[in-house]
């Protein structure tokens, strides 16, 4: 188990979503930063999907009830276990009745940590992750508050050894000014003007953003397109509605929408987008789809790295068979 | 009547949207939901979701596993075979029994010129197709909406509307599956769950199905 002894402002169970549920109008959901979840579930030894605390806007504090390697990754906190500093995409040991503390999120915006065996909140719709508007999945279709305990699953049998970290050139460039979109949603709506206007200029993150999307401020793009028959969305997506300023749809954007779109960031680069705070801005740049799709190969070849050194930095790891 | 031809465009590197048609009509509407029906009959690899809306359907698809060029041409293939076809769509029909207290009832009678009688009366006289799901779980856009209960959606947004709210707004008609935010007229209430995440089939209502509302006391 794991006890909330201080819940922060914004804490839920979450893992890479919901995949195969879209045609029932559930949003694939999961992590904002589907690649720091990933990440920080590899360097402790767990399964990619496991489910693990996404944790946002200030401070806050849990307990471990039961001996423990985690990690956290993605935003950047100082972070404490009993006192002594937690340093990020490292496995530390924490032994029962330990409490792990965060005082404050200095940099990005979604904390990850990830319990050696995850957390074991049922399986809906082939996911743990919470689904807030929907109120259902991971803990009981809701935040964390303080005083909730959550069950932990079993422990993998090999442990990544206690200090494993992960290199930091495998990891996303967070303070990258560029996020690369791919075009051709709807190439024959947008003139090349608007496509200047969205490639030329910083975009800053509005404070109108959430796990729904990141409204964008700079400059309006001209066409008022008004609204379409509806279609289908995803994370990424960029929407141009009516006062000419893009919103970017995030993980809990419905499935279908009539605003016009634009581009759609590339997935690799999602998590960028995802971790920058209100005031941050970003410069968006326009490759082709097979790069997109080999950024994102990229990435997953690298969290594969990850889990293969994390698990044989394990002391019990006999080897290659 | 001879279909136009399919399209395909990218939606960002993880999913590809056929385009089926250019103008919204029930004929069209069809086209998309018996494509997408086969599409899920033909179990293409790799594809994780399909999303069937007014002029296209959307297909999700593992790119670390299948290059955009491949998948397209799969799918174009699939689903011109599909289209030509065309095959009777399956469709279920449902009964969803409605008591009508809903908040804006006596709104609605006076925006429309109806009485409440004639507005429960009109709503509840005929059988409505289910255009697409989306806006949140569950939730179904129903059209063929009578012509004289057509209303424009409320100004002002209600942050909270109950599930199993029955609500209008301009052509359509539509049940809350979940308590969200909604600004539909709220005309009554039904008993019947919408959407349940542990059910097998999560939602009541698929794409294409025909749907009656029954006045109950």
Known sequence: ?321 | MTAAPLRARPLGDSAVTIVLGAERSAELLRRVHSAARALEAAKIPHVEDIVPAYLALTVFYDPRHASYEEISASLLAACDRATRLSAAPRSREHRIPVRYDGMDLEAVASATGLSVKDVIARHSARAYTVDLLGFVPGFAYLSELDPSLHLPRRAQPRPRIAAGSVAIAAAQTAVYPLDTPGGWHIIGSTQTVMFDPTRDAPALLAPGDRVRFERVP
């Open chain 1, 1 to 321: 188990m794991i006890t909330i002894m201080r819940a922060p402002p914004y804490i839920t169970v979450q893992n890479g979503g919901r995949k195969h549920s879209r045609s029932f109008g559930v949003p694939r959901g999961g992590a904002m930063d589907t690649f720091a979840i990933r990440a920080v579930n590899a360097i402790v030894g767990n399964s990619l999907d496991a489910a693990a605390l996404e944790w946002a806007l200030g401070g806050g504090s849990v307990r471990f009830d039961r001996d423990c390697l985690f990690a956290i990754g993605g935003a950047t906190a100082r972070a404490t276990l009993s006192g002594k500093v937690v340093a990020p995409c490292t496995t530390t040991r924490a032994l029962a009745g330990e409490e792990f503390t965060v005082e404050q999120i200095s940099s990005g915006r979604f904390l990850y940590l990830a319990c050696d065996g995850g957390i074991d909140v049922p399986v809906l719709l082939g996911s743990r992750s919470t689904y807030l508007p929907g109120h259902f999945g991971g803990y009981e279709g809701r935040m964390l508050r303080s005083g909730d305990s959550i069950a932990l699953g079993a422990r993998p049998t090999t442990l990544p050894a206690e200090g494993f970290h992960s290199a930091a050139d495998l990891m996303p460039r967070y303070d990258s000014a560029i996020v690369h979109i791919t075009s051709g949603t709807r190439d024959d709506l947008f003139d090349e003007s608007a496509w200047r206007t969205l490639t030329e200029s910083d975009y800053r993150i509005s404070t109108a953003s959430d796990r729904t999307g990141y409204k964008l401020e700079g400059p309006a793009l001209g066409n008022s397109l008004g609204m379409l028959p509806s279609e289908a969305g995803c994370p990424g997506a960029i929407q141009i509605p009516g006062d000419g300023l893009p919103i970017a749809l995030m993980a809990d954007a419905p499935t279908v929408g009539g605003y016009p779109k634009i581009a759609v960031v590339s997935e690799a680069d999602l998590p960028i987008l995802a971790q920058r705070r209100p005031g941050g801005s970003i410069r968006f740049q326009l490759i082709t789809i097979e790069q997109s799709q080999r950024a994102l190969r990229r990435r997953a070849s690298d969290l594969h790295t990850i889990s293969q050194l994390a698990v044989r930095s394990s002391p019990d790891w006999k080897g290659a068979r």
